[in-house]
């Protein structure tokens, strides 16, 4: 049956250029097909590349029988006029990695990836430093599956991504220290094309397994982070072979495509480069050694954790209260970096501007003074999901204090005996890996004061103490 990947539905077989006899009866049928592909680069935008995939499959396999490994490339073609463009704008290189292209087979059971031997794959960038047409080649070697089934198993190919590194250097965060750029270039083949490079009969035989294995039980997240989930779920069983695999299939649960996969023998797998908070849909399948499926276990509905900055970098504005006298308003930034040794955590400065207060001692005494806030320490943040939590330590000082509109004479050294501890935390409002704007807020206890002169006993008696507020507006 057709199959839809990345947006492109495949169609009928190509032809055929060779067959090589292989070990088991079977035979590798050799084919080339030339494809068109539109590849979005960025600074140029949409281009025409040609793509070359050289595979060899076998024409007929019996039913649970591994089809017999072979090796698959991929060759893409730029043309004189396009690496002009790219080197004009400052690439070097163009590769087409293996981990970027994806080969899937459908057979009676359904659709999945072709199991491949990644690590084994052979890359040969295009230099664009060169001038005329350029290929950039890259192979793996395909293995397996068992066709628990007969029936017809069908191979397609799909988009790709190509990858450029460039003649451009950036400071990498935390240590400023400079990295390559590197880019890459979305390709989809053009529409109306036949995308199939194979078709496979699988064949019937005597005496075969015809039970599948139960269904996997549903996955559980243990641990999630912005591009990453890991999950467990129950086994399942099989009456007459054991299970052998099991394929956990994703993807974005708002996106149409053909889900992701990835075969583990045991029942955990941790999901690599998925979407910052992006709802995932996963789901597990079971085949036994004979290569026969289960039906999909249940689906699980999970979001991955948002982004997690790599500094922050706001304006604030916000208020506090002290002695239970009229709001303060307050103005500042604060300043963070990653902490490159622990996820989500970030330490640097938070910077309050001088204020002026009002308070009431004794329930009539009118009572004004200019705020100081004096960082003690260094701030520390921590994200946890979409709530931001802080931890700051202030000396506050109080300056030209005034009762009934007289000067108090409590000099310039008037301040609390020990740094103010602000802990607060509240939601994030935006979070990007460029930054984040949040609301947080907390109470603080305000310690006494001392080198206020004659006032310090007032001010100790009226304004120290528990239960003040602040509350932080950043970005």
Not at 71 to 100: H, I, Q, Y
Not at 101 to 121: K, M, Y
Not at 137 to 163: W, Y
Not at 254 to 259: F, H, I, T
């Amino acid at each position: 049956m057709p199959v839809r990947v990345g947006g492109v539905t495949t169609a009928a077989l190509t032809g055929l250029l060779s067959v090589v006899p292989i070990p088991g009866g079977a035979a590798l049928a050799e084919t080339t097909k030339t494809l068109t592909y539109t590849c979005a680069f960025p600074h140029i935008g949409d281009r025409k590349v040609r793509v070359e995939h050289e595979s060899g499959f076998p024409a007929h396999i019996p039913v649970q029988q591994e089809m017999p490994a072979s090796a698959f490339t991929t060759r893409v073609r730029l043309d004189a006029g396009l690496v002009d463009e790219l080197v004009r704008n400052d690439e070097l290189t163009l590769s087409a990695p293996t981990t970027s292209w994806t080969v899937r087979i459908t057979d009676p059971q359904g659709t999945e990836e072709l199991p491949a031997e990644r690590g084994s794959a052979r890359d040969t960038a295009a230099w664009l430093t060169e001038l005329g047409e350029q290929t950039a080649v890259s192979s793996l070697r395909t293995q397996g599956p068992i066709f628990g089934k007969p029936g017809e198993a069908r191979v397609t190919t799909g988009p790709l991504r190509l990858s450029m590194m460039t003649s451009r250097w950036v400071p990498v965060p935390p240590s400023g220290l400079p990295g390559i750029v590197m880019e890459s270039a979305d390709c989809a083949p053009d529409p109306g094309q036949d995308l199939t490079l194979a078709v496979i009969q699988i064949t019937d035989v005597d005496g075969k397994d015809t039970t599948p294995p139960t269904r996997p039980g549903p996955p559980l997240v243990t641990e999630r982070t912005a591009t990453s989930l890991y999950l467990r779920w129950a086994r399942s069983t099989d009456p007459e072979t054991p299970v052998a695999k099991y394929r956990v299939f994703y993807k974005p649960a708002a996106s149409d495509a053909e889900p992701h996969s990835l075969v583990v023998t045991g029942t955990a797998a941790r999901l690599l480069g998925l979407k910052p908070d992006t709802e995932h849909l996963v789901w597990v399948v079971a085949t036994d050694g004979h290569g026969l499926r289960s039906e999909p276990g249940a689906r699980l509905r999970t979001r991955t954790a948002p982004e997690s900055p790599l500094s922050i970098a706001n304006p604030l504005t916000g208020s506090t209260t002290i002695g239970g006298g009229a709001p303060i308003e307050l103005t500042g930034t604060l300043k963070l970096a990653a902490n490159a040794s622990t996820a989500n955590r970030f330490s640097g400065d938070l910077k309050l501007d001088p204020a002026t207060g009002r308070f009431t001692f004794a329930g009539f005494v009118p009572v004004t003074a200019d705020l100081t806030f004096t960082p003690a320490e260094k701030t520390t943040a921590s994200l946890a999901g979409r709530t931001l939590s802080t931890s700051s330590a202030m000396t506050i000082g109080l300056t030209s204090i005034k009762a009934f509109g007289i000067d108090m004479d409590a000099g310039t050294e008037c301040r609390t005996a020990s740094p103010a501890r602000l802990d607060l935390s509240g939601p994030t409002r935006t979070q990007t890996r460029d930054g984040l704007t949040a609301d947080v807020s907390g109470r603080y206890v305000l310690p006494g004061f001392e080198n206020c002169g004659p006032f310090t006993r007032f001010l100790n008696l009226f304004l120290a103490g528990p239960d003040n507020s602040l509350t932080l507006r950043l970005g």
